[in-house]
């Protein structure tokens, strides 16, 4: 491994701190947001087929919007969790999937997740960071 100090070691740690609790928030996050999903695609399609069909009656857009956050929960959760292990195991993929999760939230969660990111993106480029993953 890397042949860095114990102090080196946790700062490179103190720095990860942030990522990993991103991580756990992002999980928790898209996790609520699939469970919402389901229940207002169900809670559509329940009331489509009590409602006679009429050229009158305009669906709101819950359909397309909840088949969204029914793919990309499991996707966000499953990235997310594959990412923490690999921080854990101190894996050099971990440092690519981490800046790549952290670039898609940049640009889709404006303005929190773009602050959020921005700040977390300059910590996992942090040179100790790097040298703790061997990367």
Same mark, same amino acid.
């Given at each position: ?25 992002? !999980? ?6 699939? /469970?919402?999903? @389901?229940? %207002? $695609? ?6 489509? +087929? &009590? ?35 690999? !921080? ?6 971990? /440092?690519?999937? @981490?800046? %790549? $999760? ?6 889709? +969660? &404006? ?25």
């Amino acid at each position: 491994m890397s042949n860095l100090s114990l102090d080196e070691v946790n700062a490179a740690k103190k720095n990860l701190t942030g990522i990993r609790i991103w991580s756990w928030v992002a !999980i928790v996050l898209a996790s609520i947001i699939f /469970i919402i999903s @389901i229940y %207002t $695609l169900a809670w559509t399609l329940k009331t489509m +087929s &009590i409602l006679h069909p009429s050229p009158d009656v305009i669906y709101p857009p819950f359909i397309p919007i909840s088949i969204l956050g029914i793919i990309f929960g499991p996707v966000t959760v499953t990235l997310y969790t594959l990412a923490i292990f690999g !921080i854990n195991k101190r894996k050099r993929f971990s /440092i690519k999937l @981490i800046k %790549t $999760l952290l670039i898609f939230t940049i640009i889709f +969660s &404006i303005p929190i997740g773009t602050i959020v990111g921005a700040l977390l993106l300059r910590r996992i480029s942090n040179p100790l960071v790097k040298s703790y993953f061997d990367y």
